[in-house]
């Protein structure tokens, strides 16, 4: 199963679309959250304390919470088994990870590919990110022998930049790491399909001298990238996964410094680079961020069983105040014992800007 050419072209072109997404988030006026039916769609995984995701729910089990203020829902969908319209994006990072790191993660995306004969349960793509953008190893398919073959024939380079180059060379990394998740995301988005992006890397620069340093136009750019990043993964139906190969390398706090940041910010005078680091975006996604397990492969496969089975809910925004208005998301299931995943907020807009 493989993409038609149309689809195919147009994931060749996305480093040619980094630049200019990355523009317009900065100038054009800020865009609602909600896709062509004027809705917002939230991918639900419920699981229990411990354990793979369940299916059999109903939508009488789910209550939504808009900033803690119950809100209806409006369309219910369950999805379960391999034929669920879903895609899966592999992204073997090769600018953060150096050459230690990009070799196990090439060797465990290997593994997981030929895993069970090469049969895989749903189209993967396979990406790698060097200093030249991403590229598109292999299109979506369900061969995984045909993907890791691929792979063999790609020579992923590392890039120059890194702890060598100081802090220019780290500013450098995090703003062509978020051009790179931003221009994937432009390119797949108007698939109409649950979209996983499965990003293994140990995670992006934390640049924390910035907030010290930063002025109040520095400040007001950065959340207008972080509002911007959030609507753009809620209005592409994404689902971001972080898996550290190699263990934190740049953060001198640890595998859970991020932590700090997965609260959304509601003004300029709260944002850090934190709150656009790799492990953020993926929990604030609905997905999960993997750091702690040996076998790489394995975390892999663990992300790929964490999408089905899953259940779409769809709900009217609330009407904003004012521009960038900060509404958190909780969906909570009737059943004790069983826990709801799914995206933790969006930035809802005033009539005028929808």
Known sequence: MRLTDRVAGRLCLITALFVASAASAQQSAPEPAVAQDGKIHLAVVVTPKSG???????????????????????SFQAYTGRQVPLEILLVIDAVNAGALGVNVEREAVDNFLRAEGGQLAYPVALTVFTEDGIRIVGNFSLDGKALASSLD???????????????????ERWKM???ALRGLMGVVAPHRRRKMIVWISPGWPDLPEFAGQADDKQLKQLFGDVVSMATLFAKARVTL?????????????????YKQFLDGITKPSQVDVGDLALQVLAVQSGGLDLHSSNDLAE????????????YEIAFTPAAADHPDEYHRLEVQIATPGLTARTRQGYYAQPPSHR
């Open 177 to 179: 790491s978020q051009d």
């Open 153 to 171: 024939q790609y020579n992923a380079g590392t890039r120059a930049v890194g702890a060598a180059a100081g802090r220019s060379g780290a500013e």
């Open 241 to 257: 996964y972080s898996i550290n190969p190699i263990g934190a390398v740049e953060s001198v706090a640890g595998p859970t410094y």
């Open 299 to 310: 975390s892999i496969k663990e992300c790929v069983s964490d999408a089905v089975p899953f």
């Open 52 to 74: 793979v995701p369940i299916d059999g729910l109903k939508q009488h089990d789910f209550t939504l919470l808009d900033n803690k203020s119950p809100r209806p829902i409006e």
